[in-house]
């Protein structure tokens, strides 16, 4: 699926194609709003929820790799790296 | 008084444990959720079980968590006499097929995170139907 196809679909569409397809990445919270980040194919779905991911605020599709920073400075390297010393 | 069945869940991200929760909620007559923050918990709580007492019904396990992750943990509850045929599902936002097979491989489900609330839809009977036929019976007798 290309990313217009992707944004031409409804919400509800939106997410199960996440859910079937999309591979997660990372999330970030902010207040009571979380934002989980998942690539679908060859772009970016960022999906914005508020209450703990009863409403969703936002769906927004990205084919940079420019969101990717931020949510892999989420990632401990330290705490990956004792686990592979395991 | 009625005994309540035990599930166990592992999960560092206090999002999904409050997902889970509601996702027991109508079953909270007959069903005990008791969360964990990582494995190293969990497999300390089942270490800590007297011989007296139930062992639980039901594990529901994230992959990534700090300390013990979930394929740790899975495999040390498959080592313990005590825990090696509890139903145990892995519940993870991975889609990776080499996870699969690792759940597969020690006996266990696998089953994807719903992205929203809308989509938890029966999760709680597919998480049941991993019970024991005794246990889901008697989950399910109550609603």
Not at chain 1, 62 to 77: A, F, G, N, P, R
Not at chain 2, 21 to 34: A, G, H, Q
Not at chain 2, 88 to 110: C, H, M, W
């Amino acid at each position: 699926m290309i990313m217009l196809e992707f944004s031409l679909l409804t919400a509800e569409k939106q997410i199960e194609e996440l859910y079937k397809g999309g591979v997660y990445i990372g999330k970030l919270e902010n207040n009571k709003e979380i934002t989980m980040l998942y690539q679908l194919d060859s772009f970016y779905v960022e999906i914005t929820f508020s209450n703990y991911r009863k409403f969703i605020s936002k769906i927004k599709c990205y084919d940079t790799m420019d969101k990717l920073l931020c949510y892999i400075e989420q990632v401990t390297i330290d705490e990956d790296l004792r686990c592979v010393e395991k | 008084m009625t005994l309540k069945h035990t599930v166990l869940y592992a999960d560092d991200d206090v999002d999904d444990i409050e997902l889970l929760k509601d996702v027991f909620l109508p079953y909270s007559n007959n069903v005990e959720l008791v969360t964990f923050a990582n494995g190293f918990q969990l497999i300390s709580y089942l270490q800590n079980l007297k011989t007296e007492d139930a062992s639980p019904c039901l594990i529901i396990l994230d992959i990534n968590m700090p300390l013990l992750d979930g394929k740790e943990t899975l495999i040390e509850i498959r080592n313990s006499y005590r825990t090696k045929e509890v139903p145990v599902i892995l519940f993870t936002t991975s889609s990776q097929p080499r996870d699969k097979e690792f759940a597969f491989k020690y006996n266990a489900g696998f089953i994807t995170k719903p992205l929203n609330y809308q989509q938890l839809g029966h999760i709680a009977d597919i998480f049941i139907d991993y019970c024991s036929d005794e246990v889901k019976k008697s989950i399910r007798k109550v609603i």
